[in-house]
């Protein structure tokens, strides 16, 4: 029989308390209750398209159009969702740890950045992010785009209009097609972005992953190195995932009401 909920929420404050460098991963379930669709539900299909037939290089060469099509219609769902309890009880406790914690996210939707830039009392600055903590978006993000031919990479809000080729976003640049900044199937993950947080994940003495079925590498081996290390695992998620057996504690309910609980909620903090 598992614990009871309190004593397991003890055990992760406990953990993370004495952890002298802790690393967040995050995955869609952190954004399910902002309305932000999982890629796995019903709601994550657009037309008759699944994600694997649009989110690939090939795809984007063949109908570039289409693709942007669908990450404009992406793009206008998450602008329409906020940040929530979860995603600010991570902002808030991340600031106060400062230099001790660091985020990596495989989620696209810039809602850890919204919610930085909120807990800071500053206007959310999508595509770039002002975190007072490393924020590694280990995908990219929706809100930034990349130019096909010089390679060049830049934040990017504005609307896309992908009714014609004509009208889809060029570079300021070469004035060749932009894409979306975010990684595709069969494509490297950022470089930067991800050796940072290999690094992380090997001197923190907790991972605590968030809403992800840790299947989805190389992000799911994060958890791992820290277990390695002889670091321990939160994870926080309403269903069990493979990770779960490995897990010191693991915490089965929605992220929003359960990193408010870990974490603290809306008190003020130390600046
Ligand atoms: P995933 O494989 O990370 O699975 C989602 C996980 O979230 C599941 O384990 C589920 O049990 C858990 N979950 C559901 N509701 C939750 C809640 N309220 N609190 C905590 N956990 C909850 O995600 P996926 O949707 O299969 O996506 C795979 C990849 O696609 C992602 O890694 C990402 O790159 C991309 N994606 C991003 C977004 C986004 O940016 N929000 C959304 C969909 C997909
Ligand atoms: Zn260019």
């Known amino acids: 029989m598992e614990p009871p909920l309190d004593a397991q929420l003890d055990r992760a404050r406990d953990l993370l308390a004495a952890a002298r460098r802790v690393l967040v991963l995050t995955g869609a379930g952190i954004?399910?209750?902002s309305g932000?669709?999982?890629f796995r539900g019903v709601q994550?299909?657009?037309?008759?398209?699944?994600?694997?037939e649009l989110a690939t290089p090939g795809a984007f060469r063949r109908d570039p159009r289409l693709v942007w099509e669908w990450y404009a219609w992406r793009r206008d769902l998450v602008l329409r969702c906020k940040p929530n309890a979860g995603h600010r009880a991570l902002a808030r406790w991340l600031r106060a740890r400062k230099a001790f914690a660091a985020l990596?996210?495989?989620?696209?939707d810039g809602l850890h950045t919204r919610a930085a830039a909120e807990d800071m009392g500053s206007q959310?600055?999508?595509g770039s992010s002002a975190a007072p903590y490393p924020?590694?978006?280990l995908h990219g993000s929706l809100f930034t785009v990349r130019c096909t031919e010089c390679g060049r990479e830049e934040p990017h809000t504005a609307p896309v209009d992908a009714?014609?080729?004509?009208t889809l976003p060029r570079c300021g640049a070469c004035t060749a097609l932009l894409r979306p900044g975010v990684v595709w199937f069969g494509e490297p993950l950022p470089e930067t972005a991800l050796s940072e947080a290999f690094r992380w994940a090997g001197e923190a003495e907790v991972a605590l992953v968030v809403g992800t079925s840790a299947l989805?590498?190389?992000?799911?081996s994060l958890p791992g190195m820290t277990l390695r290390r002889g670091g321990s695992v939160v994870e926080v998620n309403p269903e069990a995932s493979p990770l779960t057996p490995l897990a010191a504690v693991s915490l089965r309910g929605p992220a929003g009401i359960l990193l408010a609980k870990v974490l603290g909620t809306g008190e003020p903090t130390r600046v």
């Open 36 to 38: 932000v669709p999982t």
């Open 104 to 108: 990596a996210t495989q989620n696209v």
């Open 135 to 137: 924020l590694l978006e």
């Open 31 to 33: 954004s399910a209750e």
């Open 163 to 166: 009714t014609s080729l004509e």
């Open 44 to 52: 994550g299909l657009w037309k008759e398209y699944r994600p694997e």
């Open 124 to 126: 959310a600055s999508l």
């Open 216 to 220: 989805v590498h190389p992000a799911a």
